[in-house]
């Protein structure tokens, strides 16, 4: 019965066995190199990516040949350009891109392999600068976009893409309202008040979702 569990235990160590593969540049630098299953001969764990300079420019996980965990690109510089995670081989978790500076430049979210929630667009100098809401990959809901100053610039909704729907406002660098307008579902919009004017029946608006 021992004998049985023990060859039961180095046959599954055999089966797990991990060896690294590397190959390199014609200077003789090192290029990728990544742990790969022996009885499989495909990539299983860690992996890494470097430029002819020598630099890491990516460092990603697989499990069984497929994207698995954390995916990061690189700068030159050694600053992290893109960070995003995989599950099964899709995008499933937190998707972020950087400035070669380190600051944020966008942060959103994936579920599946597809764009959902809401997506934040920075500044080099760390100024939100637009947050859009998502479903399926596709612009839909609410959406802001600043000034440099921080204040709002225009609020409102798209519809099935990068398209206006709905009442959409517009306000000045100080924070004031100066305009709002009615958009129909191709993008359309009409102005329907402003300071001067007050209210402003446009002549025709269709809001039907068709």
Excluded at 115 to 128: A, P, R
Aim: with cysteine; net charge negative.
């Amino acid at each position: 019965m021992r004998k049985s569990i023990l060859l039961i235990f180095i046959a599954s160590l055999f089966a797990c066995k991990k060896s690294e593969f590397k190959s390199f540049y014609e200077n003789g630098q090192l290029k990728e190199k990544y742990s790969y299953s022996e009885n499989e001969s495909i990539k299983h764990g860690l992996y890494e990516h470097f430029s002819e300079e020598g630099q890491l420019d990516e460092r990603a996980n697989y499990s069984r040949g497929i994207l698995d965990g954390e995916r990061n690109l690189f700068f030159p510089n050694g600053q992290i350009e893109i960070t995003e995670v995989y599950k099964d081989g899709n995008l499933d978790g937190p998707y972020k891109v950087f400035f070669e500076n380190g600051q944020i430049q966008i942060s959103s979210n994936y579920e599946k392999g597809v764009l959902e929630g809401v997506l934040m667009k920075y500044d080099e100098s760390g100024q939100l600068m637009e947050e859009v809401t998502f479903k399926e990959n596709e612009e839909n809901g609410p959406f802001k976009e600043y000034y440099s100053n921080g204040k709002v610039q225009w609020e409102g909704n798209y519809l099935n893409g990068d398209n206006e729907f709905g009442l959409l406002k517009q306000y000045d660098e100080a924070g004031d309202l100066i305009k709002k307008m009615m958009c129909d579902s191709l993008g359309v919009c009409q102005t329907i008040w402003t300071p001067e004017k007050g209210d402003i029946t446009p002549e025709k608006i269709k809001l039907s979702k068709s």
